[in-house]
């Protein structure tokens, strides 16, 4: 049941606070808290304005041990149909 408070709980600040809805692609458990990976899409109206692929942002979500997100920051940006290979 926490992790799925902990994607509630992030989907429900990309949805009310950056207006973006929330992919969550990862979540893992650290000692201070919680690490959660989203991906997004970027202005995407903008975009298929001009008839180009929709660029996708990952970010990384930084929770406390409350499920109180902490921080975040966009790590990554790509065309969709660039393919990512994950480092981890």
């Known amino acids: 049941m926490m992790i799925q408070n902990l994607v509630g709980e992030v989907k429900g600040f990309f949805e009310t606070v950056l207006q973006k809805e929330a992919n969550i692609i990862g ?11 989203v991906e997004t899409v970027e202005d995407s109206d903008y975009m298929r304005r001009r008839a180009l692929n929709d660029v996708m942002a990952l970010y990384e979500v930084t929770l406390n041990q409350n499920m109180e997100i902490t921080g975040y920051k966009r790590v990554i940006l790509r065309q969709r149909d660039e393919l990512k290979q994950d480092d981890d």
């Not at 979540?27 to 990976?37: A, C, I, M, N, P």
Request: a neutral charge; charged letters at 35%; proline letters at 0%.
């Open 27 to 37: 979540v893992e458990k650290q000692e201070s808290g919680w690490l959660v990976k």
